[in-house]
Structures are given as structure tokens and as C-alpha cells.
């Protein structure tokens, strides 16, 4: 406790002499060897300190050269705006622009600034194919027979081992294997709602979410989202009494990339507890932080079991694999026999496979590396928006993860953007996409969680330009 203390004390003043203008624009900080001089501490807590900086997108790393204050620092773009729902009606989903948007998905001559997934390039491929390969010549009945309806032990085991933020109360027993993240979701809801309930998400929200709520006769209820907290609490609170159930992403959401404080994710699990309301915690973006500590999910929080906490290794590890699971509280035997309707079992070999790759500390290793490029590459997207993009443009900072949401001038249209970029071969995933209102028609969202390159940086130029000419 002592040493985060000390490590958040010296990147506040830090801090502070940035935001006084002490530490101006492009100055070069003093190492931290001479910082650990000056504050006699360990060079681990310099780091840390420095990792808090860099998370707030105050400092930046040059390589061989040391840190320095960042452009990002002195940001001259606004926080997106916070929508109020209840002047707005609700309109058709637009499946025409979902099939828009994600239509080109496999064509390699398009920046796809759209997809809610990372670039093939930072995937640890070739050692996830050792993997398989290695499992393959020891997997009983070489995987071609059903596994366990709860999923596979070894796998089962290795995701217990990794639910460290639960303070060691998850065992084996407490996980249910899943197709996916969104199998996970759906086969939750699918045990704690029927047909004509309501469901509290948070707006703008996931497409996927908004989608699969309709797609299953619910009705989902948008609860606006700050910017820089997430989840309104005072919002929430008002339709408790008419809520079945909550589906949240409360660390690094999608599309804002807001983290809900700790206090607030308390607060959040004490209201549904008092109400007995099931939450659907989607945290699959938690692995991908910018600060010095992985933040806690709601589960954590949770004395009463209502959280069921859904992950997946897709935006991380292996988006094809299709591998989730489910740590769901006192729901798990509701659970179970939704996944015994629906997909019976997960296949083996891609459960073993993932549990080798993660016992050989090799997830750990790419993690710390897939972290390093998707903050970089913030910094380098956040700098080309305010390079190319028209002056009363509005950026999300995300805190992890790897969207940012944009909101521009209200007269732009972004699905006209997007029929105009794709004719550039770019693409982004509009606004209009995150709600069931007719709202966020000027906003977008983009993914930068991919390979930063020459082009990439000339495409988001291109994207701006257009944006600018409007």
C-alpha cells in the first residue's frame, strides 16, 4: 500500500507541474534514476509513477531518449457530449448500415478503422500453433468428443488461477466455458429474462449488445454514459423498478473507452443488490490498461452472486478461437442448462490449447507487448485527430482498450462520411450504430488497434480532410 501511495504522490506532482506550466510542451523529464534520487524510492515506483502519466496521456516515451511532456497534454478537443434520452424517440435499428460497415471486413486494401477487433499483425499466432499443435498429440479421443457441459477442467482451472482480482474466491467449479464473449451474454440473459423484458445498457452502447437484446424479444433501456466515469448511477437509478436485468462494460466500454471508478462500480453492485437485479458484466477489454494496475470488474464487488461476469480471449488472443467464459454467481445452474440447450459443450481443443499458452507465461508476455503498440497507437491516433480534424471535434480518452469515439460538428452525417471514405478505402463504424434512438448521427467510432503505419496515418488524414470539408 505504501508503495502505491508513494508512486501516485510523485505522479501528481508531477502532474501538477505540467498542468502549471512548469513542465511545458515537449520538455524532457529528469530520468528516473534521478527522480528515484530525489524522492528516494525504488526505481520500480518511478516506473509506476511514469505508467500513471503516460496512462493520462501526459508524458510519452521516445525511444534512447527518455520521457517528455506529450502534445496530448495540452489537448485543445472537448469530452464527447452526454445525450439526454428522454426527448428522443426510438427508431429502427439500421441493420442496412451494420451490413455496411462490416460488408468489406476481408478486403486487405481497406483501413478499417471499423472493426472491433485487433489487427492479425499484433496476434501471437505462430506460438498459439505450437500450442494446438502440442495439445493435439496428447488430447484424449484427440478432441473429437463432447467435452463437459461446464466446460473443459484443465481450462476451467488455468481461467481460475487468472481471476486473481476476485481474491482467489473463483475456483474451477465457479467457471462455465462459452463460445465467445456474446455466447456468454446471451446464454446469461437467456437464464435470468423472458421475452418483454427490459434490460438497463449503457448508451452509446456495443451494436453486438443492442442487437442481440432485440433479437431475443427483450427491450433495452440506454442509460447515458459521462465520458470520463462511464455509467450514470443517477439515471440508472430512476428505472430500477422496471429493470430485469443489466448488460454493462464498465471497464474500458465500447465504443467510449470510459473505466468506471472503483467507488462507482460499488455503488453500481449495492443498488442491483438491494433490487436483486442480475447484471451482465461484459469484461473483455479489462487485460488491455494503460495504468500501472489491471482494474477490478464489479464482480469483485460482489457478496450477493448477482454479477456474472462474462470474459473471452477475442480481443486479445485469438478472435477465430470462439472461447469465452462465465464466472456467474449464484446463476450458475440456470446457466448451465441454457448452454445444454444451446451448444451442448465447447470444443476441447481450443480450451487446451489456451490453457497451455497461458501456463507458459506466454500470454503474460504478449499482453505486456499487445499493451505497449495499442497506447502508442492512441497517442499517434489522438495526435492525427487534432492535426486533421476540424477544431470542434470531440474525442473520447479511453484509459484502455482500443476505440475512441469521436463526435463532430452536429451538420456532419458520418453514414454520408462513411459512403464518401469507403469510396477511399477506409472505413469507421458510425455513430448511429451505438443506439436505438435517432441520435449520435455525427459521431464514430474508431478502432486503432492494428499495425501503425504510413498509410494508416495518411488514410486518418484523409478521414479528417473529409470531415473537414463538410
Excluded at 94 to 119: R, V
Excluded at 330 to 350: C, E, H, R
Aim: aromatic share 10%; proline share 5%.
Amino acid at each position: 500500500m505504501k508503495k502505491e501511495i508513494l508512486y501516485l504522490k510523485i505522479a501528481g506532482i508531477i502532474e501538477q507541474q505540467i498542468l502549471s506550466g512548469t513542465l511545458r510542451l515537449g520538455d524532457k523529464l529528469p530520468s528516473i534514476r534521478t527522480l528515484q534520487k530525489v524522492y528516494n524510492v525504488s526505481i520500480n515506483t518511478v516506473r509506476q509513477a511514469f505508467l500513471e502519466l503516460e496512462s493520462k496521456s501526459l508524458i510519452e516515451p521516445r525511444p534512447k531518449s527518455g520521457y517528455y511532456v506529450s502534445k496530448a497534454s495540452q489537448r485543445k478537443f472537448s469530452l464527447p457530449s452526454v445525450i439526454i434520452l428522454e426527448s428522443l424517440q426510438k427508431e429502427q435499428y439500421p441493420e442496412h448500415l451494420f451490413l455496411k460497415t462490416f460488408a468489406s471486413s476481408e478486403n486487405t486494401d481497406i483501413t478499417h478503422f471499423s472493426l472491433g477487433l485487433p489487427e492479425k499483425s499484433l496476434l501471437p499466432i505462430a506460438q498459439l500453433n505450437k500450442s494446438v499443435t502440442t495439445v493435439m498429440r496428447s488430447l484424449a479421443n484427440g478432441g473429437a468428443t463432447y467435452e463437459s457441459v461446464q466446460g473443459n477442467l484443465n481450462f476451467r482451472r488455468t481461467v481460475a488461477r487468472w481471476a486473481f482480482m476476485l481474491e482467489g474466491k473463483v475456483t474451477e467449479d465457479d467457471v462455465i466455458a462459452t463460445s465467445g464473449a456474446m455466447n456468454g451474454m446471451f446464454t446469461c440473459l437467456m437464464a435470468v429474462t423472458k421475452p418483454g423484458d427490459k434490460v438497463a445498457v449503457e448508451s452509446p452502447a456495443y451494436f453486438g449488445i443492442l442487437k442481440m437484446i432485440n433479437a431475443m424479444g427483450l427491450e433495452a433501456v440506454e442509460i447515458p454514459s459521462d465520458p470520463s466515469t462511464g455509467l450514470d448511477l443517477e439515471a440508472l437509478k430512476k428505472v430500477l423498478p422496471v429493470i430485469s436485468a443489466c448488460c454493462f462494460v464498465v471497464n474500458f466500454n465500447n465504443p467510449l473507452g470510459t473505466l468506471m471508478p472503483d467507488d462507482h462500480k460499488k455503488e453500481l453492485v449495492k443498488m442491483l443488490t438491494e433490487w436483486d437485479i442480475p447484471l451482465v458484466e461484459n469484461d473483455i477489454f479489462r487485460n488491455v490498461y494503460y495504468g500501472a494496475e489491471r482494474p477490478k470488474p464489479c464482480k469483485a464487488f460482489d457478496e450477493a452472486g448477482i454479477v456474472m461476469l462474462v470474459n473471452s480471449i477475442s480481443k486479445t488472443l485469438a478472435p477465430g478461437y470462439r472461447l469465452g467464459w462465465i464466472i456467474p454467481g449464484k446463476y450458475k445452474d440456470k446457466i448451465i442448462q441454457q448452454k445444454l440447450i444451446q451448444t451442448l459443450s465447447t470444443p476441447a481443443l481450443y480450451q487446451e490449447a489456451i490453457s497451455h499458452f497461458l501456463e507458459n507465461g506466454r500470454y503474460d508476455h504478449h499482453l505486456r507487448t499487445f499493451r505497449k503498440i495499442v497506447q502508442n497507437n492512441c497517442l499517434k491516433l489522438q495526435q492525427g485527430i487534432e492535426d486533421y480534424f476540424p477544431d470542434n471535434t470531440k474525442v473520447s480518452q479511453p484509459e484502455g482498450g482500443f476505440m475512441v469515439w469521436l463526435e463532430l460538428d452536429k451538420k456532419i452525417d458520418t453514414v454520408k462520411l462513411f459512403d464518401m471514405a469507403i469510396r477511399r478505402n477506409i472505413t469507421f463504424a458510425p455513430g448511429r450504430m451505438f443506439t436505438q434512438y435517432n441520435q449520435y448521427n455525427n459521431c464514430m467510432r474508431l478502432n486503432f488497434a492494428m499495425e501503425w503505419t504510413d498509410k494508416v496515418n495518411s488514410d486518418l488524414k484523409t478521414l479528417g480532410e473529409i470531415a473537414s470539408k463538410w
